[in-house]
Nanobody, 125 residues
Framework: QVQLVESGGKLVQTGDSLRLSCTAT????????MGWFRQTPGKEREFVGV????????HYADSVRGRFAISRDNTENTAYLQMTSLKHEDTAVYYC??????????????????WGQGTEVTVSA
């Protein structure tokens, strides 16, 4: 059973950069695609980006493309979300998720099998 734990969320200012981490315990992330999503109160959870298991292929939401970058260290069983040029509208709880099928770089929430508990990012206006 894969357990995911996010960390790194905090209060930052507009324009700042921040890196979130997602570490897996209980099992290896070998073969999994790793996605990031975010959610604000009263809104549905939305896709941020995803990285393939190997090869570094990525896919991002239009709202973050060019500002956010996902990477992973398979030896450390960890995925990262590097966020730059943060905007107030990036304020959200950020979740990482693992897709064991990894057939494609999907943005569909229900394709993901395991989820972390979330880490809160607040970007001051």
């Amino acid at each position: 059973q894969v357990q995911l734990v996010e960390s790194g969320g905090k209060l930052v200012q507009t324009g700042d950069s921040l890196r979130l981490s997602c570490t897996a315990t209980g099992a290896s992330l070998r073969g999994y695609c790793m996605g990031w999503f975010r959610q604000t109160p009263g809104k549905e959870r939305e896709f941020v980006g995803v990285i393939s298991w190997i090869g570094g292929g990525t896919h991002y939401a239009d709202s973050v493309r060019g500002r956010f970058a996902i990477s992973r260290d398979n030896t450390e069983n960890t995925a990262y979300l590097q966020m730059t040029s943060l905007k107030h509208e990036d304020t959200a709880v950020y979740y990482c998720a693992a897709d064991w099928k990894c057939m494609e770089l999907t943005s569909v929430m229900f394709e993901y099998d395991y989820w972390g508990q979330g880490t809160e990012v607040t970007v001051s206006a």
